[in-house]
């Protein structure tokens, strides 16, 4: 399915391979050098060198609305319990492929579902958003005929195959696409076959704006959630400015995997702008990654973003050291996903009206004797809650480093307190000096000073 929208290298950078780029820190700048290298060229030749430079960070980093605003990603069963609200779900994701939104980017048919759902949950102080994108399109959609009737315009073109129906009705020139089968008695329909969009900025694209214009006024949708998209930052900057006309604060989540691109912080930073929070971590592999690779690729921090984990249940000690969770209760590789335990530490600390201090700055004032061991700190009342994370393979043991001078009135004098969590880690202390033994590929969240 992704091989359909990754594009080709460009010619002009990329040279049959030859392209590439350094970067060189030094002590008052950094020099990056992109090259194409070398090559012939004929005197009327000429070559296009296509560029873009984002400023990072892109907007503020909204640290409170990470651990106030809670995710339920649900699937299949979009309705939270009382349970997962006194948890601390705030926004709730309506994914496609349930009874609420049965067929893909195409909300329009069961409206008389959606806006009670909806209501209901505003009522409870939730958020409800929506799967609504354009990679694809359902095949139940009642434009169907029209739209073919444009060519390729809107449906990309292909060999056909794929659900019956498709195949009796609309015989060739279109490509299939997710395909998605229901047992369920309550359904509406038994399947929902999607068919492959073009990437190009057709008439639906139009469509797709008034769409969700429409459904934030009439729905009172409170935002969308984007999976991969094949449109640009025109698009998203239109789309923003729809939904916020009619209600401001609006908000897009985009989730993306490691098909596209070997990175898709790369490849969407762009839309970094417009959205508000990311979900970057299918076929993440997080017990791999350096602290680079998560700061950069998975978290969103340095363009003023958070995100949260996926794959696998992410790494939920090494998450940590970015604020960040899975969704409750995606199910992802045989894993359904539990961040409660720790949204319970995140209440007892009052983590929203902390100071987050990353390991990645300078002023950090706690570190580990170890640099494969990394500390971000979280600060409030005379008070941390330290992330202690360990990237590597080996079992280390380090003893912490407190700058006492930045952490003037945190009474140092204490025992260091490990809180017992559930599926995370055994209650445990340690007197100020003691050396912390960390497991490979995992960490400890301490309380230092009174809790």
Same mark, same amino acid.
């Given at each position: 399915m *992704?091989? /359909?929208? +990754? ?11 030859? %392209? @590439? &780029? ?7 700048q950094?020099l ?17 060198f ?10 503020p ?5 990470q ?5 339920y990603?649900n699937?299949?069963a979009p ?5 997962d ?21 195409y ?6 579902t ?16 929506l ?10 959609f009642?434009? *169907?005929? /029209?739209? +073919?009737?444009?060519?390729t ?6 060999d056909? %195959? @794929? &659900?019956?129906?498709c ?9 299939p ?11 509406p329909?038994?399947?929902?076959a ?13 469509y ?18 984007l999976d991969?998209v ?21 908000i ?11 990175g ?13 929070k ?10 791999k990654?350096?602290p680079?690779?998560w ?7 340095p363009? @003023? ?12 000690w090494?998450?940590?050291q ?41 002023d ?6 170890d640099?494969a ?5 979280y ?7 330290l ?32 809180p017992?969590?559930?599926t995370f ?25 009174r809790?």
């Amino acid at each position: 399915m *992704l091989n /359909a929208y +990754r594009p080709a290298y460009p010619k002009s950078w990329d040279n049959e391979g030859k %392209g @590439g &780029f350094r970067i060189q820190q030094e002590k008052e700048q950094t020099l990056v050098t992109v090259y194409s290298g070398a090559r012939h060229l004929l005197a009327s030749d000429t070559i296009r060198f296509d560029f873009a430079l984002t400023v990072t960070p892109v907007k503020p980093l909204n640290h409170k609305s990470q651990f106030e605003d809670r995710y339920y990603h649900n699937g299949a069963a979009p309705r939270p319990t009382d349970e997962d609200v006194q948890a601390g779900v705030k926004i709730i994701n309506i994914h496609h492929a349930n009874k609420y939104n049965p067929y893909i980017n195409y909300p329009f048919l069961v409206t008389d579902t959606l806006k009670p759902f909806i209501r209901e949950w505003h009522q409870k102080g939730c958020k409800v958003k929506l799967y609504y994108t354009l990679r694809e399109l359902t095949s139940a959609f009642p434009e *169907l005929w /029209a739209i +073919r009737s444009l060519g390729t315009e809107i449906l990309r073109g292909g060999d056909g %195959g @794929g &659900f019956p129906w498709c195949r009796e009705h609309l015989v060739s020139g279109y490509t299939p696409q997710w395909y998605q089968h229901f047992d369920e008695n309550d359904m509406p329909i038994t399947a929902d076959a999607a068919l492959l969009t073009t990437e190009d900025n057709s008439r639906w694209y139009n469509y797709y704006i008034e769409g969700l214009r429409w459904m934030v006024k009439n729905l009172d949708i409170d935002g969308i959630y984007l999976d991969d998209v094949s449109f640009g930052r025109d698009i998203l900057q239109r789309m923003r400015r729809a939904m916020d006309e009619v209600k401001p604060g609006c908000i897009i989540d985009l989730h993306s995997n490691t098909g596209f691109s070997k990175g898709p912080a790369n490849q969407y930073m762009e839309f970094f702008p417009y959205v508000d929070k990311i979900w970057f971590g299918e076929s993440f592999i997080y017990d791999k990654m350096t602290p680079a690779n998560w700061l950069v690729e998975s978290s969103g921090i340095p363009y @003023g973003l958070m995100g949260d984990m996926l794959h696998r249940g992410g790494n939920k000690w090494l998450g940590m050291q970015y604020g960040m969770t899975v969704r409750h209760p995606w199910f992802t590789e045989g894993v359904i996903c539990d961040p409660r335990p720790i949204w319970k530490i995140w209440d007892e600390f009052g983590i929203a009206d902390s100071r987050m201090i990353g390991y990645w700055e300078k002023d950090v004032p706690v570190k580990a004797t170890d640099d494969a061991v990394k500390v971000t700190v979280y600060e409030k009342d005379n008070r941390l809650l330290l992330s202690i994370g360990n990237y590597t393979d080996e079992v280390k043991r380090v003893r912490l480093v407190f700058d006492k001078k930045k952490l003037k009135g945190v009474n140092l004098s204490e025992p260091l307190v490990a809180p017992e969590i559930s599926t995370f880690q055994e209650h445990k202390t340690w007197t100020m000096g003691d050396e912390i033994e960390v497991a490979p590929r995992k960490g400890w969240l301490i309380y230092v000073g009174r809790r």
